[in-house]
């Protein structure tokens, strides 16, 4: 369960619109490497994490990247109030703009709607923490691109502060990483422990048969030599 906060995690207070720097920003509403198919990616993952840890970091993460999700959508929304027709016409907003007027909807730069194939959620923690930090990075990177093409700091500073939180994103998720890699580590060593230990009993039980037959035989041998002794003095007539 969710308690909310009405403000942002980081302030947004952009003073003068600009649809064309909008669209690019977009991306990061409902792009490939977006803040919803983030949010969406780890707060699905969480419910097959392996132990508290992971199950932890995916919780926090993915509800930080719903914090994310509404920075991105009120610097969108800042960048594109309150425009004339001809702002509109002139930015190349108009298409956005007849299908969704001035409106939040989810979709990358290039206009390509956003959809649930763009995470993945395996149940295999591995699999998953893998995805998580290379969605991390992906996420990292577009933020840079953006800030080489934003030059207005009302828009760069809330971005800049976005793509920290991307670098801290990914060095939570190597420690669940680690977290997971050790116990697995450490279940590998206890099965092999115990394989071994029961092949040194196994061994033990081997040694000990062998020494029994050996036993056998030394006193076979020793009651087949005076049986021939006893034999040979018989034939002789020594008995």
Not at 86 to 93: K, L, M, P, R, Y
Request: hydrophobic content about 35%; some cysteine.
């Amino acid at each position: 369960m969710w308690n909310y906060e009405k403000r942002l995690e980081y302030p947004v207070n952009i003073t003068t619109p600009n649809p064309k720097i909008a669209q690019i920003i977009m991306s990061q509403y409902g792009g490939p490497d977006g803040e919803m198919g983030a949010s969406m990616r780890y707060l699905s993952q969480r419910f097959t994490a392996p132990n508290r840890i992971v199950a932890g970091v995916l919780n926090d993460v993915g509800t930080e990247e719903l914090a994310h999700l509404e920075m991105v959508s009120t610097i969108v929304h800042q960048l594109t109030c309150n425009l004339s027709l001809e702002e509109i016409q002139n930015s190349g907003f108009a298409n956005y703009y007849v299908d969704h007027t001035a409106g939040i909807w989810p979709q990358a730069a290039g206009g390509v709607p956003f959809n649930s194939c763009e995470f993945q959620s395996k149940g295999d923690p591995l699999t998953d923490l893998f995805e998580d930090l290379a969605a991390e990075q992906k996420a990292r990177s577009t933020y840079d691109n953006i800030l080489r093409l934003v030059k207005d700091p009302e828009v760069a500073d809330p971005i800049r502060f976005l793509r920290a939180r991307e670098v801290v994103h990914f060095q939570r998720f190597g420690e669940a990483l680690r977290s997971v890699i050790r116990r697995t580590f450490m279940r590998l060593i206890r099965r092999l422990m115990q394989r071994l230990s029961v092949r040194h009993r196994s061994q033990g039980q081997v040694r000990g048969i062998a020494a029994q037959d050996s036993k056998l035989k030394i006193k076979e041998q020793h009651t087949t030599g005076k049986s021939h002794l006893k034999n040979r003095w018989d034939f002789l007539g020594l008995q």
